[in-house]
């Protein structure tokens, strides 16, 4: 996931805003790259005691109740094929995380091992809040465990939400020629934990044996919370029907099901979920099977997260894009999607599959959300939730979705083990995201779009200061503290060049296209800590084992873990330059005070790409405002620009606008926020809109009483707080 502009959570934005030039001095470097030495830091590697690798017995058999619970909910037992064991997962090393402990978890993971998780759920939509009638969803979790504790285990902890009422807990238990397990009611109750959640605590009549496996039956309703998003008809592009979504990443989905929701656990899922009549149901799952008029029966057949588990459900209709591809939107969008990602994915993925090894999840399907979407993906795995701005209709913005797709084989396969090690999730995607478009693009392409990266990442650091700790890779998350609020660029950008530099210590890009291949499958459906992708990095490459390239002064791998502060090497970026400096030049051009026309028609920017144009944007944005009547005349020479439907384009020109007061194109401004409501567009607008002219600033609230209906609560209440704090 990516999003520059989210302050409490949601998968990630795409674009950033242009190389700023502050903050690149650096000192010698190694050949292909820039250096910044800094004091080295003393102290040995943090190496953790290897402990054994937990069983991993995701197929073990199952209780017959699980077949029978199955099939009275509509599905089968042969239904269930895709439950037997992950293809691959022998057994492997010990790994540093199978002790590692996660603090945003109130459960007791490491004490069970969950086999399997079955969600039966009726969805209702009705008005907000508490009482008959409501919204929400209700049903049962059942989660298949096998006991891990050496000497038995007699609670069992999850993570829960207070927005979760559970009503009622059970246990299946083995009996040897009992036939199907009696379901036996056992007590339960919750406990504080932090502001994001609570313990779900369950105590077993007589402690749970050592190996020994049961189901755990829970009846639960949700309504209104932070992890289930409901949305009013006005919310959506067909403003007919009502819609719903989850959100699970980093630690929403315990308000959406009671579960170890930490990334450290991963399982299969099933789910039956019951809808009202006209409604489809779609979720993050291998396999999707109407059963009956409005029951949908979906399996997902590899292991995954809590937070990857996604459902949504609304006025939804399908179309095939690619032989493992479809679009998911609303009626009144399929046909743009269609259009837009036609042919498109296959070739995002083959090129994936090249680098990294197999596509495992089967499909790889759109959810395009509706406007008030405000994120712009989530890579739930085999259905990215992504912003219908993606939608610019000349495919412009179609290669955003390569993000999202290279988290299929670094975030969704090989996972971090707790939020604190985010970067390898991030740092390792937009390693993966960059050779994915240098091979489809070309090096000068995604070169500018990685010193667009750079430049947000000294932005970053600028407002917070270099030795902020959360300017590290390895952070601590302190208990209580929502790893959401602990977000920024540095796992995504800092790590992006830590993978850099260890690709330019092995000195060979085809060397080290093929130790990523290797990487992923080590630790394929596993959840890790950097200290396991090290060591098998050393291991992997023997004669860097040797050097000690782990020790290098400067660039010591414990120094990129664990002090903050800027990148000591950043990649070579100069091939970006044929891209970046007629941009620049364009931009000196329109901030002069007496224009050369003939200069700047001789500048033909009708072949340059997305990334190109919004670099160009930045700098005029950077230099603004511009002499009067310099903004009218760009508008009227670049209506690819001014009139465009690229949400990128739209989101600077309206900056432009603003910063300008170029009040003629004010109405752009307003038809802009009117079309979506992502939050990194949106935000920066209303920004710019309250720190303007008197008439920018009625433009504000004009427009926000238009849209306010249409925006996701959070935005509302962000957009409230940045008109309050900017009151004259």
């Not at 891209?579 to 224009?595: N, S």
Request: charged share 20%.
């Amino acid at each position: 996931m990516r999003e520059e502009e989210r302050p409490q959570r949601g998968s990630h934005a795409h674009w950033r805003r242009g190389l700023s030039s502050s903050g690149d001095v650096a000192k010698h470097a190694p050949a292909g790259g820039v250096v910044r030495q800094q004091a080295s830091r003393a102290g040995a590697w943090p190496w953790r005691r290897p402990r054994l690798l937990r069983p991993r017995g995701w197929g073990v058999r199952r209780l017959a109740g699980v077949g029978s619970r199955l099939e009275a909910a509509g599905g089968s037992v042969g239904a269930m094929a895709c439950l037997g064991p992950v293809t691959g997962c022998a057994a492997r090393r010990p790994l540093h995380s199978a002790g590692a402990p996660d603090v945003a978890s109130a459960s007791n993971f490491r004490a069970f091992e969950l086999l399997h998780l079955h969600l039966t759920l009726r969805v209702e939509f009705g008005p907000p809040g508490p009482g008959p009638g409501s919204r929400g969803l209700s049903g049962t979790a059942a989660l298949e465990l096998r006991c891990l504790g050496p000497e038995g285990v007699s609670e069992l902890h999850l993570d829960s939400h207070p927005c979760l009422e559970v009503t009622a807990a059970a246990l299946r238990r083995e009996r040897p020629g009992s036939g199907e397990p009696p379901e036996e009611p056992v007590p339960f109750h919750t406990r504080p934990f932090a502001p994001y959640g609570q313990a779900l605590s369950v105590a077993f009549p007589q402690p749970c044996r050592p190996g020994e496996r049961f189901q755990l039956l829970l009846t639960y309703r949700v309504g209104e919370g932070p992890g289930v998003c409901w949305l009013t008809p006005e919310q959506t592009a067909g403003k007919k029907k009502p819609f719903v979504y989850t959100q699970g990443q980093a630690v929403l989905n315990r308000a959406f099901f009671p579960c170890f929701d930490t990334p450290a656990v991963k399982s299969k899922y099933s789910a039956l979920i019951e809808v009202p009549d006209g409604f489809t149901a779609v979720m993050s799952a291998t396999t999707w099977e109407k059963r009956g008029p409005n029951k949908f029966f979906f399996q997902m057949c590899q292991p995954i997260p809590s937070y990857l588990v996604a459902l949504a459900v609304g006025d939804l209709v399908s179309a095939e894009v690619g032989p493992r591809s479809r679009v998911w939107a609303e009626p009144c969008l399929i046909e743009d999607a269609k259009k837009e990602y036609n042919g498109v994915i296959e070739e995002f993925l083959s090129t994936g599959e090249k680098l990294f090894g197999p596509y495992v999840w089967g499909r790889y399907d759109l959810l395009f959300m509706p406007p008030s979407f405000p994120f712009g993906g989530m890579e739930n795995p085999c259905l990215t939730f992504v912003t219908p701005c993606l939608l610019a209709g000349d495919r412009s913005l179609a290669d955003v979705i390569i993000h999202e797709i290279s988290h299929s084989w670094f975030g969704n396969l090989v996972t971090n083990a707790n939020w604190g090690e985010f970067w390898l999730n991030e740092g390792f995607t937009m390693y993966a995201q960059r050779r994915i478009s240098t091979i489809l693009f070309g090096p000068a392409y995604t070169c500018l779009e990685a010193a667009t990266g750079r430049a947000l990442l000294r932005q970053h650091m600028d407002i917070t200061g270099e030795d902020h700790p959360l300017n590290k890779l390895r952070v601590k998350i302190e208990p209580g503290i929502d790893p959401d609020d602990t977000y920024n660029e540095t796992p995504y950008e800092k790590g992006f060049c830590f993978v850099s530099y260890l690709a330019h210590l092995v000195g060979d890009q085809d060397k080290f296209d093929n130790f990523l291949k290797a990487y992923v499958n080590e630790f394929k459906f596993q959840s890790i800590l950097a200290d396991d992708f090290l060591e098998f990095y050393l291991e992997y490459f023997p004669e860097l084992k040797k050097k000690r390239v782990d020790s290098i002064s400067g660039f010591e791998f414990d120094r990129w873990l664990n002090t903050p502060g800027w990148p000591p090497y950043l990649p070579d970026l100069s091939p970006g330059d044929s891209l970046m400096k007629p941009a620049e030049g364009l931009a000196q051009l329109w901030a002069a005070e007496k224009l050369d026309l003939d200069a700047i028609a001789a500048v033909d920017i009708s072949t340059w790409k997305t990334y190109q144009l919004v670099y160009f944007l930045d700098k005029i944005l950077q230099k603004s405002p511009l002499p009067p009547g310099n903004v009218k005349e760009m508008g009227e020479t670049y209506p690819k620009i001014s009139d465009a439907r690229n949400a990128e384009l739209r989101l600077r020109w309206s900056q432009i606008v603003i910063k300008n007061d170029y009040q003629a194109d004010f109405k752009k401004v307003q038809e802009f926020l009117q079309s979506q409501g992502k939050q990194k567009y949106t935000l920066p607008l209303y920004h710019a809109m309250m720190s303007g002219s008197e008439e920018a600033r009625s433009l504000a609230k004009e427009s926000f009483s238009l849209t306010a209906p249409q925006l996701h609560s959070n935005v509302v209440n962000y957009v409230q707080q940045i008109m309050e704090s900017k009151k004259s």
